[in-house]
Every structure is written in structure tokens, then in C-alpha cells.
């Protein structure tokens, strides 16, 4: 008999049919959102399971699963699953690095350029029949060319984030809680600062951080208050490492010049406070969402649940047990 697993949101086709290969496959491709009980019950008898960043994988949720073995997470962050809890229950996790970098990278430069150049405010303004000719000083943005770019985290998504910077001819500065070695620093043409530099120096601050506790409201009222008032403030990380109460506070008050934003506090129910404001060009969680990459994300989540629940071995195992 083949083992049963869960996927829990859609997928492709053929990730699908790869997984059938090897398993009796349960899957939610009407891609409804599972709440806490309805995952609960529908992993209770499933050694494996592939999920998504909505589905929590916790201490409780574990208790009623006694046959599960594995959760493989179609995201490369993994706060929505307790590591903790899985090293207890003797369930291996996974994630999907590598495979979205660029993707993310990609997106990131998106944002700062349509952040920088209002690209959203003056869309709207456009569609909403209010363009009645050329002016001067319309829609004034910040130039990216030649300015400074500060980079909270030089992981693999910062580093090519900073890759990108030299078609700007920017200056480079970043900060992590480890300086890279010198190879990386010098392949991203990035010098090592202060968290205090990095907010007082950078035209455009960047942030390339794992969400867990140690970065919960990294950046919050005091560190937004130490910005350029010409700066603007991009995350495609994940919600939570930025305090959006005093975000929100700070681009009302214009104590920062704008915002790009693809992850929120408690998304999808993020502030709407956001929606009113002008200065904030604002993303659905889309900045791995290429074709392409989503594609590879899931089929690396599918090999990993293949090796986690045959060989007890997946390649991206978080939690060697
Ligand atoms: C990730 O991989 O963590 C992304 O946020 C998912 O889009």
C-alpha cells in the first residue's frame, strides 16, 4: 500500500502525477484555505504532507497526526512551521532554497523602482482620467542611479539583490548579524555597517531576513525614525520583521519617502490603513511568483517529500533528526 499525503493547496499537474508515482495523493486543488480543525483532520492519517506558508504546523496540530513523518513547505521561509515541535513529534521539515532567488531578486528591483518612481501613484492617476498633460514636476521620484542601497541581510536574496545594484552604479552597504567573508563582499560590492549606518546612510533600505523572533519589528518606529526623510523602505521578506503600525505612522507623516511591500503583518488581513496611502506600492506576496520558479519551488517540495518518506533522507531537510 502506498503511503497517503496531503497537498494543501494547488499545484501542477505533473508535480502531482510525480507524487502519485509514490503515493496515495489528497490534495485541496480547489485551493480553499484550510483552517486549523479542517488540516487537523485531514492529516490525521497522513504520513506526509506538502503545504504552503497558510498552513501552521504546530505543537497541537502535531498531536493528532501520529502517522506523520514529514512537512515540505513550497517556500524557502518556514516561520509557519514550529521546528521545535516537529524535532519532538519525530516529523522532518523542508524548505525549497535556491530555486527563487533570482525570481525574488528580480521582484525586489520591481518594487524599488516602482516605489522610487511612484510608478503605482501616478498608474492610478492615469486610469482615473486625471492626466491632462505634461508638467515639470509631475510625479518627482528619487533617482536609483549612483545612490546608496542598504541591504538588511546578505543571504542568497540580498546577495542578489546587490548583484543588481551595479547596472545602477550604486553604493552597496549592508548589515547582517554575521559579516560575510570577504569573497561575498566583495562579488556584491558590499560593505559591512552598522544597523544604525545603514538606516542613516541608504537611499533605499532592502530586507533580506528570515522572520523568527530575534527579527520580529526589526524595523519599527525608532529604526524608521533613524531613515533618510528622502528614503524609501522595501520588504519581500516577510511580514512582522516590520512594525506596519509604525510604518504606516511614518509614511503618513512623510518622515520616509515611500515604501514597496510585498509581505504584511497578519496577511492576507493586512492594514488597510495601506490602502490610503500614496506613498506605499503594495504587492500580494508575489515576489517568487514566476512561472517558472513557482513551478520549481513545488517540484522541489515534491522531491522532498519523495526522499523524506523513501530514503528518510530529503535534500533540504531543516530539522536532521
Ligand atoms: C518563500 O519562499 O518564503 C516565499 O515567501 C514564498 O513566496
Known amino acids: ?67 506523520l513523518k514529514a512537512v515540505c513547505n513550497i517556500a524557502v521561509g518556514y516561520n509557519n512551521i514550529d521546528i521545535e515541535a516537529c524535532n519532538k ?19 525586489t528591483w520591481t518594487l524599488i523602482l516602482a516605489t522610487t518612481r511612484r510608478l503605482t501613484e501616478a498608474e492610478a492617476y492615469l486610469r482615473a482620467g486625471q492626466w491632462d498633460g505634461w508638467k515639470l514636476k509631475q510625479f518627482l521620484g528619487l533617482d536609483v542611479h549612483h545612490a546608496t542601497l542598504g541591504i538588511f541581510g546578505l543571504g ?29 563582499e566583495e562579488a556584491c560590492r558590499a560593505s559591512f555597517v552598522s544597523k544604525e549606518e545603514l538606516l542613516s546612510q541608504a537611499d533605499i533600505v532592502t530586507i533580506h531576513v528570515p522572520y523568527s523572533s530575534a527579527t520580529h519589528h526589526l524595523i519599527g518606529k525608532a529604526e524608521l525614525k533613524q531613515m533618510k526623510s528622502t528614503a524609501i523602505l522595501i520588504n519581500a521578506s516577510r511580514g512582522g520583521v516590520v512594525d506596519d503600525v509604525a510604518l504606516i505612522e511614518t509614511l503618513r507623516s512623510g518622515t520616509i519617502a515611500g515604501a514597496g511591500l510585498d509581505v504584511f503583518e497578519n496577511e492576507p488581513k493586512f492594514n488597510p ?28 517540495a515534491a522531491e522532498n517529500l519523495v526522499a523524506a518518506l523513501t530514503t528518510g533522507k530529503p535534500p533540504n531537510l531543516l530539522n536532521p533528526l
Open 273 to 300: 490603513e495601506f490602502l490610503g496611502l500614496k506613498n506605499v506600492v503594495l504587492a500580494p506576496h508575489i515576489a517568487s511568483s514566476s512561472k517558472a520558479t513557482r513551478h520549481k519551488m513545488a517540484m522541489l
Open 1 to 67: 500500500m502506498k503511503p497517503k499525503v496531503l497537498v494543501t493547496r494547488e499545484v501542477f499537474d505533473d508535480v502531482l502525477e510525480y507524487l502519485s508515482k509514490h503515493f496515495e495523493v489528497i490534495s485541496n486543488q480547489s485551493d480553499q484555505p484550510m483552517d486549523a480543525e479542517t488540516l487537523a483532520s485531514k492529516l490525521s492519517d497522513k504520513q506526509g504532507a506538502m503545504i504552503t506558508l497558510s498552513e501552521r504546523i504546530d505543537a497541537t496540530l502535531l498531536s493528532r497526526c501520529p502517522n
Open 156 to 184: 542568497r536574496i540580498g546577495q542578489v539583490v546587490a548583484h543588481r545594484a551595479t547596472g545602477f552604479e550604486m553604493k552597496v552597504i549592508y548589515h547582517d548579524v554575521r559579516r560575510a567573508v570577504s569573497e561575498i
Open 89 to 107: 513529534a519525530g516529523v522532518m521539515a523542508t524548505n525549497t532554497p535556491g530555486v527563487l532567488d533570482d525570481t525574488t531578486g528580480d521582484f
